[in-house]
T-cell receptor, first 113, second 117 residues
């Protein structure tokens, strides 16, 4: 089945630690996105990538980093600079600028110990 | 920056009741509009979208939404809800123009719909 796989489902971070969330897609989509979901706040865009080896900051990029070395993979690192990392993180993909919808993964819940 | 407002945080209905979820956005230019739905335990998925043309758009499972440009609104409706419609519903907006990407959506805070059988 084609889709987006996010792992792990649950992740715990210690103070001062960097953690990486995985996102893999086998839809052959060009564009990939990371959103953060907080209760009562909807989804906010962290980073997005429209093509391999290129990515842009979204609206809340501070404290996060990404890479796009392969078309199918778009990992998100939550760095120690992110002071409030506890949230639900969603990865999405789309065919590109002409695609009409996003496909979402099942999400990763990150919590701070 | 764009913003999207969903005024109802939690809506509780009985089966067969009619549904209308409000969505307003703040952006003066041309927009693409979406409703996404997240059923319990499932991925977020597209319910319906508006890009251009007929402002009344129909989506899956009997949902429809009407784009009213003068009111900056894109309300979601369903004449008769079912228990299986229990889910969280998100309105989203994307500004059209050079450099825009469809994935750069601005989402509302979401509305949790609970339908009692």
């Amino acid at each position: 089945d084609g889709g987006i796989t996010q792992s792990p489902k649950y992740l715990f971070r210690k103070e001062g630690q960097n953690v990486t969330l995985s996102c893999e897609q086998n839809l052959n989509h060009d564009a990939m996105y990371w959103y953060r979901q907080d209760p009562g706040q909807g989804l906010r865009l962290i980073y997005y990538s429209q093509i391999v080896n290129d990515f842009q900051k979204g609206d809340i990029a501070e404290g996060y980093s990404v890479s796009r070395e392969k078309k199918e993979s778009f990992p998100l690192t939550v760095t120690s600079a992110q002071k409030n990392p506890t949230a639900f993180y969603l990865c999405a993909s789309s065919q590109g600028r002409t695609n009409e919808k996003l496909f979402f993964g099942s999400g990763t819940q990150l919590s701070v110990l | 920056a764009q913003s999207v407002s969903q005024h109802n945080h939690h809506v509780i209905l009985s089966e067969a009741a009619s549904l209308e979820l409000g969505c307003n956005y703040s952006y003066g230019g041309t927009v693409n509009l979406f409703w996404y739905v997240q059923y319990p335990g499932q991925h977020l998925q597209l319910l319906l979208k508006y890009f251009s043309g007929d402002p009344l758009v129909k989506g899956i499972k009997g949902f429809e939404a009407e784009f009213i440009k003068s009111k900056f609104s894109f309300n979601l409706r369903k004449p008769s809800v079912q228990w299986s419609d229990t889910a969280e519903y998100f309105c989203a907006v994307n500004a059209r123009g050079r450099g825009s990407t469809l994935g750069r959506l601005y989402f509302g805070r979401g509305t949790q719909l609970t339908v009692w059988p």
